[in-house]
């Protein structure tokens, strides 16, 4: 019986926290649209703050419950929710419509994100993410921020290119559904949090395994959905946008305000996390570039790649989870044949688009 609350917990929590994602999202963009606010910027700024609302509203209030198992599902929804950014709404949006990359993702955005997920890393290195830390990562946001803006107002040409009125509504109704949202992400994430510390620990496995499958996938959901259907209409601006946009968000302001949040005791890191998780969430990163970088296209087969290799992080982290023997032979496995077969495809594709430029040319 427990087990099954539990369940109805996680699922209801993450029921509400998409519904009020969605709303937030929508009361967002209908806003920004008013405000004459380019697409692009529109991805990377307002709709990555609304669909990482969910993540926020868990990973604070797991802060604000304080011990071990609030900071662990604090910190591994942040980067497994990162981690699920990339491989399975990126690579399920690039598996519906190839998507075509602007060059500014490549000169700008991804060289930041890497910058700031080895920076965080970093940060966590000790074992806590600190106050001072949070606070060095809040004056990266205001940074960023003042960065899009202007960097928006440089481009106008391309900028212009993205306007796109649709689905505009008036400032009362947005504000409505701004309100509404955050009721929900507030109510959600509560649910979410409550059901998921219940599961961990009548599953009997770490706060930290449920943070970075279930907890992170659920509050992705918003993520998910809006690249899939901007994709499907062929907005790959705010698809890819979205994913570059939370990832930075997740980082910035979600742990940013976590370490604030915890006060002296600081911000507790599992580990764990910072020799497998942490490093798989920068090599992922660090994967966008070549796969960006070439042809300026993330074609279907490298999105199908993309959802194979979060396939494998999944598999990995329940084998660990069970203690099983199984564990160690699989990361073997994943080590000598399916790290290296990537590290190949990746080197073969830049090889290939450097072929067919030279060509061109």
Not at 281 to 299: E, K, Q, R, S, Y
């Amino acid at each position: 019986m427990p087990y099954a609350l539990s369940a109805v917990e996680i699922v209801a929590g993450i029921l509400l926290l998409f519904g009020g994602g969605e709303l937030f999202v929508a009361g967002s963009v209908a806003l920004s649209l008013l405000l004459g606010i380019p697409q692009i910027v529109i991805g990377l700024t307002v709709v990555s703050m609304g669909t990482s609302a969910p993540e926020l509203f868990v990973s604070l209030l797991s802060t604000i419950q304080g011990g071990s198992a609030g900071d662990a599902i604090a910190v591994s929804n942040v980067v497994g929710s990162n981690i699920f950014n990339v491989l399975v709404v990126l690579g399920a949006s690039a598996a519906v419509m190839p998507l075509r990359v602007k060059s500014r993702l490549v000169r700008r955005d991804v060289p930041l994100l890497l910058g700031v997920s080895m920076a965080t890393w970093g940060m966590a290195s000790g074992g806590r993410i600190t106050w001072v830390a949070g606070l060095a990562l809040i004056t990266g946001t205001v940074i960023n921020l003042l960065w899009e803006i202007r960097s928006a107002k440089e481009e106008p040409s391309e900028a212009s290119d993205d306007m796109d009125t649709e689905g505009a509504a008036p400032a009362p109704v947005a504000a409505a559904k701004l309100a509404a949202g955050l009721g929900l992400l507030v109510l959600g994430s509560q649910v979410l949090v409550k059901g998921s510390m219940a599961a961990a620990q009548g599953l009997g496995v770490s706060e930290t395994v449920i943070g970075l499958t279930i907890v992170s996938a659920g509050t992705s959901m918003p993520e998910l959905v809006t690249s899939l259907v901007a994709a499907y209409r062929g907005k790959a601006d705010l698809a890819i946008g979205n994913v570059v946009g939370s990832n930075l968000l997740n980082q910035l302001v979600i742990l940013g305000v976590c370490g604030l949040a915890s006060g002296e005791r600081g911000l507790g890191v599992d580990p764990v996390m910072l020799v497998r998780d942490f490093p798989i969430m920068v090599a992922t990163t660090l994967a966008c570039l070549p796969i960006f970088w070439t042809g300026g296209v993330i074609t279907r087969l490298e999105g199908w790649i993309l959802l194979g290799l979060y396939g494998v992080y999944v598999i990995e982290q329940i084998l660990s989870s069970a203690a099983s023997s199984v564990s160690d032979e699989f990361r073997l496995f994943a080590l000598i044949g399916i790290l290296p077969a990537v590290l190949v495809f990746l080197v073969w594709t830049v090889l290939r688009w450097k072929s067919k430029r030279h060509q061109l040319v």
